[in-house]
């Protein structure tokens, strides 16, 4: 079965800093993957997915991921975080009918 | 998603009660999820189905039971509560045949129930 690793567990960033959120998938094939980001007190919203085509991906508020299919990574990216920022995200593979959650990672962003 | 709705959105109990969340979407999917969410450990399926004759096991499903009532309802019972079922528990529906543009294979979230057990 599918499984995901997101590294980063807590990211603490200034505001206007340069982000990148890891996240790697156990194995190759077609794969469908999705970052979904949660505000505080807030349920789960979808960033961004990728079925297939570009590998390159752009979400909405300016977040984007890349598929490194060699590398088995979906990373997150966004090149100027704002305080609004603030959440925790997961990224997710889709494992034959059902999706497989990472543990997720919380972004601080501090004025 | 105001689609998707969960009630209660916070609920106290103590240990050895039954629990029903519940859980309505109109979003006319046919698959429906229930999740667990515990700090440090993101999101754990505990039940899905894909239709209302079909019922799934997640990877955590002991303790729980599910009851598919229509299409649009989805419920999750906790037979005899425990304290380590105290988490945020979020319901979830996704259209897998893309009737809907671009929902194919997204997952939509209800607000959560927080659930203490005592």
């Known amino acids: 079965a599918q499984s995901v690793s997101q590294h980063n567990h807590h990211v603490i960033l200034s505001e206007a800093a340069s982000l990148e959120l890891g996240c790697n998938y156990s194995?190759?094939?077609?794969?469908?993957l999705f970052w979904y980001v949660q505000y505080p007190g807030q349920h789960l919203q979808l960033l961004l997915k990728?079925?297939?085509?570009?590998?390159l991906v752009k979400g909405i508020k300016g977040f984007e991921a890349e598929f490194i299919k060699s590398k088995f990574s979906f990373n997150l990216r966004k090149p100027s975080v704002q305080w609004s920022d603030t959440a925790e995200y997961f990224c997710?593979?889709?494992?034959?009918?059902?999706?497989?959650f990472g543990t997720g990672t919380r972004l601080q962003v501090f004025p | 998603d105001a689609d998707v709705t969960q009630t209660p959105r916070n609920r106290i109990t103590k240990t050895g009660k039954r629990i029903m969340l519940e859980c309505s979407q109109t979003?006319?999917?046919?698959?429906m999820y229930w999740y667990r969410q515990d700090p440090g450990l993101g999101l754990r399926l505990i039940y899905y189905?894909?239709?209302?004759?079909?019922?799934n096991k997640g990877e955590i499903s002991d303790g729980y039971s599910v009851s598919r009532q229509a299409q649009a309802k989805f419920s999750l019972s906790l037979e005899s509560a425990i304290p380590n079922q105290t988490a945020l528990y979020f319901c979830?529906?996704?259209?897998?045949?893309?009737?809907?543009?671009?929902?194919?294979?997204?997952?939509?979230f209800g607000p959560g129930t927080r659930l203490t057990v005592l």
């Open positions: 979830a529906t996704s259209d897998l045949t893309g009737r809907t543009e671009g929902s194919t294979d997204t997952q939509y």
């Open positions: 979003k006319g999917h046919d698959r």
């Open positions: 997710a593979v889709k494992d034959t009918d059902k999706l497989i």
């Open positions: 194995y190759g094939g077609t794969v469908n």
């Open positions: 189905s894909f239709d209302v004759k079909d019922i």
């Open positions: 990728y079925f297939s085509g570009d590998p």
